[in-house]
Every structure is written in structure tokens, then in C-alpha cells.
């Protein structure tokens, strides 16, 4: 099994706590790391700011609803980003309205999750998303530097 290089945008400190003890507790390695806004994910992404030396993801799992810049917002900017937009998204989000769904979708969201409200299920989720991006799906290759 391969390993993944996976960035979490999460604003909510406890959810993105269970997202990397989900992900860090498989049998294979998964590289978590996590910023809190959109702002940061795209600094992250293109390697700007305190994210010069941060490796490219090969997913991103992106909350909605953030402070400064939101999900709606940074999933736009990414997949309207030509050196960015192969990366893979997940929306990992609490919403279940139908118009949040649409427009993910519409700004090319590879898949849309709404979070469970029980830790086992949430767990259960997260390493269901990460199994299928390490075991099932192709996933694109690194762009040379």
C-alpha cells in the first residue's frame, strides 16, 4: 500500500484532531498536515510564506465553513489554479444543504462528505475516504520541480 500526503483545512480544532488520529492510526503511512483557513491552504499549496519547504498533497479534505476565507471560496481557487487543480478534494463539512452540495460539485469537488455526528462514525468515515485514495483511486503524479 502506498502512503498519502493528505492537507486538512479545518477551522474546528477537535475535528481536525480526530481527522489526523483517524488517519495516522491506519496500517499504511498517511502524512496529515493542517491549516485553518483558505488563506493558509493556498499558501500552503503553493509553497508561499511559512509553507516554503511543505510537500505538495496527494488530497485535500476541506471544510466549508471557515473564518477569513472559506471552503466554497479555496475550492474555486484550486481548481481554477492550473499547477493545483489535479490535486483531489474532498468536502469534509457538517453541511447538508442541498445548495452547498450543487455548488461544490459545480466548482469540481471530487467528493462531497458530510461529517457524522458520532466519533465512530467519523473515524469510520475519514478512513474509509483514506482507503479509497490509497487502495482504490489513481491518483495523479507529482509535477517535476
Known sequence: MRSLQILVVDDD???ALMIAEALEGGEASTVVDRVADGRE????LRG???YAQALRPDLILLDLNMPRMDGRE????IKSDDQLKAIPVVILTTSGAA?????SYEHRANAYVTKPF???EFEGTVRQINRFYREVATL???PEA
Open 13 to 15: 480544532d477537535a475535528d
Open 99 to 103: 445548495p452547498d452540495i450543487v455548488a
Open 140 to 142: 495523479p503524479t507529482q
Open 41 to 44: 491552504a493556498l499558501d500552503y
Open 74 to 77: 479555496t475550492l474555486a481557487a
Open 48 to 50: 508561499e510564506g511559512d
Open 118 to 120: 458520532t466519533l465512530d
